[in-house]
């Protein structure tokens, strides 16, 4: 793959998360003892700590938390991406994630972004990004 900068390598445990991404599907995990979920994917609840956690789908809804448009990234692949839009939303299901905005077509930038807008998950190239709800 070369030296990417934008895909985390999988391991024996992110492996899961990264082969449904790649069937288009967003999976957090969710506690079974305190019933709280959580992104990024850990091995144990950052709340309680109980290694009784498990992968579940999340729906794909979020609103937009806050962002940053990047003008400037020399690391390979973002250069040929300026601008692009990073930034953090509130999953439906609570746990807040890092993220790209995109536009409706690739390589559109998003317009009329503002905190609260509601987002709905797209992939690129098996990476979750969010782009404006229909």
Not at 21 to 31: S, T, V
């Given at each position: 793959?070369?030296?990417?900068?934008?895909?985390?390598?999988?391991?024996?445990?992110?492996?899961?998360?990264?082969?449904?991404?790649?069937?288009?599907?967003?999976?957090?995990?969710?506690?079974?003892?305190?019933?709280?979920?959580?992104?990024?994917?850990?091995?144990?609840?950052?709340?309680?700590?109980?290694?009784?956690?498990?992968?579940?789908?999340?729906?794909?809804?979020?609103?937009?938390?806050?962002?940053?448009?990047v003008h400037r990234n020399d690391l390979p692949p973002?250069?040929?991406?300026?601008?692009?839009?990073?930034?953090?939303?509130?999953?439906?299901?609570?746990?807040?994630?890092?993220?790209?905005?995109?536009?409706?077509?690739?390589?559109?930038?998003?317009?009329?972004?503002?905190?609260?807008?509601?987002?709905?998950?797209?992939?690129?190239?098996?990476?979750?990004?969010?782009?404006?709800?229909?």
């Amino acid at each position: 793959m070369g030296n990417r900068f934008d895909v985390p390598e999988a391991d024996a445990f992110t492996r899961a998360y990264w082969d449904a991404a790649a069937e288009g599907r967003l999976l957090i995990r969710r506690c079974g003892a305190c019933a709280r979920t959580h992104h990024y994917p850990r091995e144990f609840c950052p709340y309680c700590w109980s290694e009784d956690v498990t992968w579940r789908d999340a729906s794909g809804r979020a609103t937009l938390y806050t962002w940053s448009v990047v003008h400037r990234n020399d690391l390979p692949p973002f250069a040929g991406r300026t601008p692009y839009v990073a930034a953090v939303v509130d999953l439906a299901e609570g746990p807040r994630m890092s993220t790209e905005i995109v536009g409706e077509a690739a390589g559109e930038a998003p317009t009329g972004l503002r905190a609260g807008l509601e987002l709905a998950v797209a992939f690129r190239d098996g990476v979750p990004v969010f782009r404006p709800a229909p």
